[in-house]
């Protein structure tokens, strides 16, 4: 059986996310995802399908109705994969974004945001030139 891309899972978690559809993100994600959001409206780590679940329910009344666009995707190697874009609020940029994931058997196993872009990125040594 062929894997899809691993930029495909990446694309649909956070298209996912933008219709806040928990369903499918623990769907996405590998049992033992282990998953750091931005620090947004909801706090901290979150490992496992229980931990998608929580962050889910923690966004809650405290977004600010965020969506991420997403500019680019970058496979970095076989099972990592950099997204590219910017946190969007009403449709309007309000700051970089960026998010490093690791796909493995086509689920999301790790994943990490930032409000960074390819540059810092870059300088930080989590994406090649």
């Known amino acids: 059986m062929e894997l899809e ?3 495909d899972p990446v ?3 956070v298209a ?3 219709e806040r559809d928990t369903l499918t993100l623990v769907a996405l994600a590998d049992p033992e995802v282990d998953w750091y959001p931005l ?3 909801a706090h901290g780590h979150f490992k496992g399908h229980d931990g998608i679940r929580r962050w889910m329910e923690e966004l809650g ?3 600010p109705d965020h969506r991420v ?9 076989p099972d990592r994969v950099a997204l590219l ?5 009403d449709d309007n940029p309000v700051s970089p974004y960026s998010l490093i994931a690791v796909v493995r058997d086509g689920k999301v196993l790790t994943a990490r945001s930032y409000l960074s872009d390819a540059d810092t990125l870059l300088r930080l040594g989590l994406l090649d030139g």
């Open 69 to 77: 666009r997403v500019d680019s995707v970058r496979t970095l190697a």
């Open 11 to 13: 694309r649909r978690w």
């Open 85 to 89: 874009g910017a946190i969007c609020v």
């Open 61 to 63: 009344a405290d977004d």
């Open 39 to 41: 620090q947004i409206s």
């Open 16 to 18: 996912a996310f933008n």
């Open 5 to 7: 891309p691993p930029h």
